[in-house]
């Protein structure tokens, strides 16, 4: 067996891969560097369960053993865009008036999708305007969506890969590192909430959660072919209170030890953070631990 020289975001590296990525490189030389990249993901198997690459990990991956001299990889090209494409693209549907009411004189809300084009670059556009973290990049999988009612945006939800290691809530579902690093993916992080500042609707925010509870188990499986069974959240408490996961029913779990998801070596500190979980199954422990398989039949359960 090819030793494990390394661990990357999770994904063990084996001097074998090593070498793989050095064929693959010698081997396809004209291929882009985002082309590369997924060459690489699909060639060592760094995949989400789904099959899709994990282009962003596996892109910083790279990037480290080009600067170890390892490899070096294709240059990255510039897209070029015209002044007029470029400016409309930045373009936001702001209301010069703020809406006000209460949630009722709203209905019904929805969550939509913000797939790739238009629609997820304005996304994209809000989040870096009008949300304290900005529209930083994610690991894994992820859903954008629109908070509308009717065709009225009123703010912006993410949900993405959850944290790598999380000792609160590790201890809570009780699992071990192995069982950790097979299920991860079966829990989502609402890594992104986002009300406009503009907008002023009571009840709003925990509306949007109890219809995001219902909605992301059946859009999770459509678009990535499995279906979540636990969400998590974080919340700064020394902007917010939380109120609204409370209200929605999500379980406080307590704080954060105030390091990153890569934060391995204990290098970065952060804010702590309060943890919020909702569970999507009643018996979604059994499901972590692998006590239990899941049928997407039961998905209605």
């Known amino acids: 067996m090819s030793e494990i020289i390394r661990k990357s975001s999770g994904k063990e590296i084996t001097s074998k891969d090593i070498e793989t990525i050095k064929w693959a490189r010698k081997r396809y030389p004209q291929l882009s560097h985002e082309e590369f990249v997924k060459t690489v993901c699909e060639i060592i198997e760094w995949t989400t369960p789904a099959g899709a690459p994990k282009s962003t990990a596996c892109k910083k991956f790279l990037k480290e053993i080009e600067k170890e001299g390892l490899i070096e990889l294709p240059p990255i090209r510039a897209k070029k865009k015209s002044a007029h494409k470029e400016k409309r693209e930045l373009e936001l549907t702001i209301t010069n008036e703020d809406i006000i009411g209460i949630v009722g004189d709203f209905s019904p809300i929805s969550l939509e999708i913000a797939y790739v084009g238009e629609n997820l670059k304005r996304w994209r556009k809000y989040v870096s305007e ?172």
Not at 185 to 206: C, G, M
Not at 230 to 247: P, Q, R, W
Not at 286 to 297: C, H, I, N, T
Request: contains cysteine.
């Open 130 to 301: 009008y949300h304290m973290l900005g529209d930083k990049l994610v690991y894994g999988s992820r859903l954008q969506y629109f908070i509308k009612a009717g065709d009225q945006e009123l703010g912006c939800v993410q949900f993405s890969a959850s944290a790598w290691s999380l000792s609160n809530r590790d201890l809570w579902i009780k699992w071990d590192v192995e069982d950790r690093k097979q299920r991860l993916h079966l829990i989502v992080n609402n890594s992104r909430f986002l009300i406009f500042p503009w907008v002023k609707i009571k009840n709003l925010a925990s509306t949007v959660l109890s219809i995001a509870i219902k909605q992301i188990r059946k859009d999770w499986l459509r678009e990535f072919c499995y279906e979540p069974v636990l969400l998590e959240t974080f919340v700064d408490t020394s902007h917010f209170k939380g109120t609204c996961y409370k209200a929605a029913n999500w379980e406080y779990l307590g704080e954060t030890k105030g390091r990153g998801r890569n934060d391995r070596n204990y290098e970065y500190a952060l804010s702590p953070k309060a943890i919020y979980m909702y569970p999507l199954k009643g018996d979604f422990r059994k499901y972590l631990r692998g006590e239990k398989m899941y049928k997407v039949e039961n998905r209605d359960e």
